[in-house]
């Protein structure tokens, strides 16, 4: 069975599936990106965004809580997700609070019920292995909303600045060349980080 062709058709679907590149896969569909505060999205998946979102895609990021100056970090979190195509919802809006604010089961609702709004095809969220203690509730409480229905599930870690030992197995390699610069000038867009 050399070609694609003489393969059963189980084998054959998810060949044509692989074939087809990250960002085509979910063109005309909805991506739900998860961040923990303002920044953490463009910082780890920026690039990603923009580049699902120039290939058709209806990407949603979602951003979990918005720790302190609140107007301002919003501001910069919408300007951010313009840059990259993207729709911006704050899950705990309406003020400054932190992820530690609510229980976990609240936050999973929250995640939840934007899940059953935006039926996504994928989901990218914080992995569990981040040295963030945010970041890895906000991966806990991402995971059950696979219950609710099928949907591919990825994970991304942050953009390190210096050495940090964390568990890094990657699976997945996307070519984001095309959409660094939309990245870069996103995060760029949170002003107040780098006073």
Request: with cysteine.
């Amino acid at each position: 069975m050399n070609d694609v062709t003489d393969a059963p058709l189980g084998k054959l679907l998810v060949a044509r599936k692989a074939a087809r590149s990250f960002a085509a896969r979910y063109a005309g569909r909805t991506v739900l990106a998860i961040g923990a505060h303002p920044d953490d999205i463009e910082l780890g998946i920026g690039a990603t965004v923009a580049l699902l979102a120039a290939s058709g895609a209806r990407v949603v990021m979602a951003v979990c809580s918005v720790p302190a100056d609140y107007d301002r970090r919003r501001a910069e979190a919408l300007a951010a997700a313009d840059i990259l195509g993207a729709e911006l919802r704050i899950l705990m809006d309406g003020g400054s609070r932190r992820i530690e604010d609510v229980k976990t089961y609240q936050l999973v609702a929250m995640i939840d019920d934007l899940v059953r709004e935006v039926q996504p095809a994928a989901m990218l969220t914080h992995g569990c292995t981040d040295f963030h203690g945010d970041h890895v509730l906000v991966h806990h409480a991402s995971v059950p909303s696979q219950r609710l229905h099928d949907f591919d599930f990825y994970c991304y870690l942050p953009t390190m600045v210096r050495p940090v030992p964390v568990p890094f197995q990657p699976r997945a390699y996307i070519d984001v060349s095309s959409t660094i610069d939309a990245k870069i000038e996103a995060i760029a867009a949170h002003r107040s980080q780098f006073i």
